[in-house]
Antibody, heavy 123, light 106 residues
Framework: EVQLLESGGGLVQPGGSLRLSCAAS????????MSWVRQAPGKGLEWVAG????????DYTQSVKGRFTISRDNSKNTVFLQMNNLRADDTAVYYC????????????????WGQGTTVTVSS | DIQMTQSPSSLSASVGDRVTISCRSS??????LNWYQQTPGRAPKLLIY???NLQGGVPSRFRGSGSATEFTLTITSLQPEDFATYYC?????????FGRGTTLEI
């Protein structure tokens, strides 16, 4: 069964850090780009970051550049999102999603999603 | 960043109806346009990729069309499980931006 399982969410103070993990199974992980997508409470979807199959290409939405880092360990079929200097507006459910192609650039969409992990930034 | 504009933001319909949701991009995304369905408390589900390709397992009453900057999702013969929020997303250039969503209500 194709599956993504996120972990690492929680409550953190403004300025703090969290590291999200997403464990993948059931597909050829190194062949697929991976993304993180978030959804603030009551709001729509926002693509946060993406990483190519090899890990050699990454990109981010502007609001997280310099604060978030996406990475992957293809030996462990896991993708990570290191989040530093967190702000209140980073509060959201964070989803890990599998892309249909290897590259993060021109893509066919995200066909497998995890259940999400909740990040709350509050003092 | 490419801006994605969906209309309407909400839509009332009944079981058996045919509905159309529009999505416009601020610049051409060619055919790199995807549609997702989300129900409350659940992860999004990919319905249509590359503008008109039906994702495996998705019923054929869902149809996507369009290219460049104008796209449409059509659902024929609405079923009770179709009442949800629908998002378009461009995947032509990063960041892969989403529309604000269209909520389909009874």
């Amino acid at each position: 069964e194709v599956q993504l399982l996120e972990s690492g969410g929680g409550l953190v103070q403004p300025g703090g850090s969290l590291r999200l993990s997403c464990a993948a199974s059931g597909f050829n992980f190194p062949n697929c780009a991976m993304s993180w997508v978030r959804q603030a409470p009551g709001k729509g979807l926002e693509w946060v970051a993406g990483i190519s199959g090899s890990g050699g290409d990454t990109d981010y939405t502007q609001s997280v550049k310099g604060r978030f880092t996406i990475s992957r360990d293809n030996s462990k079929n896991t993708v990570f999102l290191q989040m530093n200097n967190l702000r209140a507006d980073d509060t959201a459910v964070y989803y890990c999603a599998k892309s249909m192609l290897y590259s993060i650039r021109s893509q066919w969409g995200m066909d497998v999603w995890g259940q999400g992990t909740t990040v709350t930034v509050s003092s | 960043d490419i801006q994605m504009t969906q209309s309407p933001s909400s839509l009332s319909a009944s079981v058996g109806d045919r509905v159309t949701i529009s999505c416009r991009s601020s610049q051409s995304v060619h055919s790199y346009l995807n549609w997702y369905q989300q129900t409350p408390g659940r992860a999004p589900k990919l319905l249509i990729y590359s503008a008109s390709n039906l994702q495996g397992g998705v019923p054929s009453r869902f149809r996507g069309s369009g290219s460049a900057t104008e796209f449409t999702l059509t659902i024929t013969s609405l079923q009770p499980e179709d009442f949800a929020t629908y998002y378009c997303q461009q995947s032509y250039v990063t960041p892969h931006t989403f529309g604000r969503g269209t909520t389909l209500e009874i």
